[in-house]
């Protein structure tokens, strides 16, 4: 089978709130005449970016196109995971014409790209692309990029020293993996934050790649599909961190659910949504809370301290309850202090 008859595949990777799942929609509602097909891996056990993408289903992209894989990370899950679920996508009576993979935010991209080799599915997929979201105003704050000079001068002073974070290797593996990064939420950034993250991310990356600044998830489909980059047939030019290992674990990163029923007031809660990350370095907290007397529900989603709140659509039939999923590294999630500071 010839590369023009496999189906293509386009990876969208980047860290915790990048944006991900914006841009996903984006190109859902935008989809260039493609039948479309998407998988969303989630870290912790209950789907968010999911159920987002499952509420704008259409005709390009019907509802059981969309498959999520929850608690677990789908380049560690290959084969009870993965392969079965791209093998039942390919098998629909209308099979998509291009699949969108969505990786957690705390994934490796390159070890999914080496399980497009598996025998069952190399000679009916490929990887069109690679795409990489950075937050673009975190990346100019040095959020999730090490100043590398310094690090390796004080490994120099002392060998025993390891000053790379488990968010820097994540960071630094997504971008070596890209065939394109696109620098979110460029209109909180501004022009010289945009000019700090773009440096910040040619310096990281192994070859040259192109940089686009995007806002709201909005980029010309053109651009971002259609690469034909076959990147599974690529991986020596996408160095990795853990080149060499059998295999690798998300230890360093835990979260948790927290549940209650109905919130009295929504504000108080994203008050202390913010505070909590503040106080405990939380990096994510994302999921719907139950608002007294309203008959929508509110979509959450927290970087850090920067919070978004909306009324996404109705509950219906849905059991009205709050639903929050708090991701944040090992040492830092205290399940008890999480419930209290939230009020559960």
Known sequence: MSDLNKIPVTVVTGFLGAGKTTLIRHLMQNPQGKR???????????GVDGDILKSCADENCPENNIVELA?????CTVADDFIPTIEALMALPQPPEHILIETSGLALPKPLLKAFEWPAIRSRITVDGVIALA??????????????????????????LDHETPLSEVFEDQISCADIILLSKADLAGEDGLATARAVIEKESPRKLPILPMTEGVIDPRVVLGLNAAAEDDLDARPSHHDGHH???????????????????????????IKLARDRNILRVKGYVAVEGKPMRMLVQAVGERLRAQYDKPWGSDTRRTQLVVIAEHDNIDSAAIHAALGA
Do not use: W, Y
């Open 135 to 160: 937050d673009a105003e975190a990346v100019a704050k040095g959020q999730f990029a090490p100043d590398l000079d310094a690090v390796a001068a004080q490994r120099d002073a002392d060998d025993s």
């Open 36 to 46: 479309l097909g998407v998988l969303v891996n989630e870290f912790g056990t209950a």
């Open 247 to 273: 295999d690798h674990e998300h230890d360093d990163f835990e979260s948790i659910v927290v549940e209650m029923g109905e919130v009295a007031d929504p504000q108080a809660l994203q008050d202390a949504i």
């Open 71 to 75: 608690n677990g990370c789908i380049c």
